[in-house]
């Protein structure tokens, strides 16, 4: 394990009788790093993060947290951890700085500190003004955010959040993501979710896990935005006439469309047009297109996807 890992977790396998819910999920995470873990619903994405929280033990595989095995030490294993489950784990009857007290405590910061870790959790999740309020009447985005506090309150070096904005409404939803965003310049995050925008809007690594099993591992800017040409002829060539400068792929879609996947900073278009003429290939389409996280997601979690994809 680096210098710069926090989390690393090492085939981590999870059977319920004869159903797979996790499969040899292997995971790193750097400091600074914003990590989204993206899934349809029940590809076991909660799952995972209860394994790497040590909220559910594995059938096999460990977790190493700042080079401390989450099996063999668990309790100082998770004193770098801040968690939050998909439903926050607050007490409504009580206020927010009686429950972000407690918190403190139960993570041992002592009493001398409690005032103060609990009054700079409220300042970096907005809870400030909330402080003598009961939490069961805070709306679901403060209580939200009361979750995100008990989170941080004892400073862990990586924040795991699940689904933290399931239930929420769209001005609620925007102001948890900059909460998260904000946060992840101090902390390491794992941010779970299947909601696409909210990986791309707070991530800056994506892993796609489907069925169980990981299926995409890659660094946003370096997949997201590829740009690729879509051809299509009247009297089509041979894919190997079609290997232009910069071309790294040539793929046949449908209606006899071609796309040409191309390498950074490439672009054949000119090549083609003038190769298109010269043969009478009779040239009906071009165009560029670039691709989305979205159609990512659809390939690799639609059927038997089995690419990975290292960053």
């Not at 405590?105 to 001398?112: P, Q, Y």
């Not at 795991?160 to 310049?185: C, M, N, Y």
């Not at 995050?189 to 800056?204: F, M």
Request: charged content about 25%; some cysteine; aromatic content about 4%.
């Amino acid at each position: 394990m680096d210098s710069d890992s926090l989390i690393e977790a090492r085939g981590l396998t999870r059977r319920y009788g004869p159903n797979l819910a996790v499969g040899d999920l292997n995971l790193t995470l750097r400091k600074g790093e914003v990590l989204g873990l993206l899934g349809p619903n029940g590809a076991g994405k909660s799952t995972s993060m209860k394994m790497l929280t040590g909220n559910l033990a594995p059938t096999s595989g460990d977790v190493l947290i700042r080079g401390i095995s989450l099996r063999e030490s668990p309790q100082l294993a998770k004193r770098h951890l801040g968690y939050l489950p998909e439903q926050p784990p607050v007490y409504p009857e009580l206020t927010v700085d009686e429950y972000l007290g407690f918190c403190a405590g139960l993570h041992g910061i002592g009493k001398k500190q409690r005032a103060e870790a609990v009054a700079d959790a409220k300042r970096d999740c907005g809870l400030t003004h909330m402080s003598s309020r009961l939490i069961g009447n805070l709306s679901k985005g403060y209580q939200q955010r009361v979750g995100l506090a008990q989170a941080i309150i004892h400073r862990p070096d990586v924040i795991v959040l699940d689904e933290p904005t399931v239930g929420l409404d769209p001005i609620q939803i925007r102001e948890i993501r900059s909460l998260i965003a904000e946060l992840g310049k101090n902390h390491s995050v794992i941010l779970s979710s299947h909601i696409l925008p909210e990986i791309q809007a707070v991530c800056g690594r994506v892993m796609i896990i489907n069925a169980g099993r990981l299926v995409y591992d890659a660094h946003i800017d370096a997949h997201l935005g590829k740009k690729g040409l879509v051809a299509q002829f009247a009297n089509a060539p041979a894919a190997s006439e079609l290997q232009f400068t910069g071309v790294q792929k040539v793929d046949i879609g449908p209606a006899g469309r071609f796309l040409l996947e191309l390498a950074d900073g490439a672009d054949p278009r000119a090549e083609l047009v003038n190769a298109a003429v010269q043969r009478g290939w009779g040239l009906l389409e071009l165009r560029l297109e670039t691709r989305t996280l979205e159609e990512i997601f659809v390939e690799l979690t639609s059927g038997d996807a089995t690419l990975r994809e290292a960053a």
